[in-house]
Every structure is written in C-alpha cells, then in structure tokens.
C-alpha cells in the first residue's frame, strides 16, 4: 500500500544517480527529518530512501546534494525486512522534490524542450535568446 506524504528533512547521503541501458533515470538519496528542525541525538529523527525516477531523477541528481534542507512529496511505502537485525524501511517514491526555502535561498532552471520552442516559441517566463 503506497500513501501520499510530504515529508520536510535534510538529505543524509550523496545522491546516487543510475542511468541504466534499458528503462528511466533513477536517483536515490537518504532522508532524515529533525523534530522542529532541531539537530540531535536523541533517536526521534525518522530515516526514508527517497527514489526519483525520470525528468526528477536528473533535477534531483543535478541540484541536490548532502545536508541539503528539502521537501519531498511523493508516495511512501513501508516494508519489513528480515535478518539481522529483523527492521523496518520507510520508502518516498519522489513526485516533487525541492529545496527547502526556509532555510535558505534556491534558484529555478526551467527546461527548455528544443523541438517545442521551435514549434511554437518561448512559453510564459522563458526568453528567447537575443540575435546579433
């Protein structure tokens, strides 16, 4: 069963960017959330693999990055896993993922598809580039 969540936390690891020979792009990273934005060690942090795929997975490979503060809102899914120790795992599969802005600043790239710009000119905020 997959639920619909929006968690706030800090990226714990360094992305890890696949692009495989058959199928989509995929970026995972580690997500830990800090009560109340707090730093500690008192075990009350919750840990997700959060999992883009697609046009997300080469953003979230391009612009986030370890102790990067973000937002992921996508579907999470829990597990249970067997061994030593016996556990649980908490999975986001990332419909939207963005730097958290109270914390900080962030700057937006949108993409420019090439074929459709050709077609139909420059969509709302994007410029065309200036000729000589």
């Given at each position: ?27 995972t990273f ?77 700057v937006f ?24």
């Open positions: 069963m997959a639920d619909a969540v929006a968690v706030r936390g800090v990226v714990a690891t360094r992305p890890r960017h696949v692009v495989p020979e058959v199928g989509a792009p995929v970026t580690r997500l830990v959330t800090r009560p109340d934005g707090v730093e500690g060690t008192d075990g009350r942090h919750n840990w997700y693999t959060v999992t883009a795929t697609h046009r997300l997975a080469l953003s979230a490979a391009a612009c986030v990055a370890r102790g990067d503060p973000v937002v992921v809102a996508g579907r999470l899914r829990v597990r249970d896993w067997e061994g030593e120790p016996v556990g649980v795992t908490a999975e986001i599969e990332a419909q939207a993922i963005g730097h958290d802005l109270a914390w900080g600043n962030s790239t949108r993409f420019v598809e090439e074929a459709a710009l050709t077609r139909h000119g420059p969509s709302r905020g994007e410029h065309a580039a200036a000729g000589p």
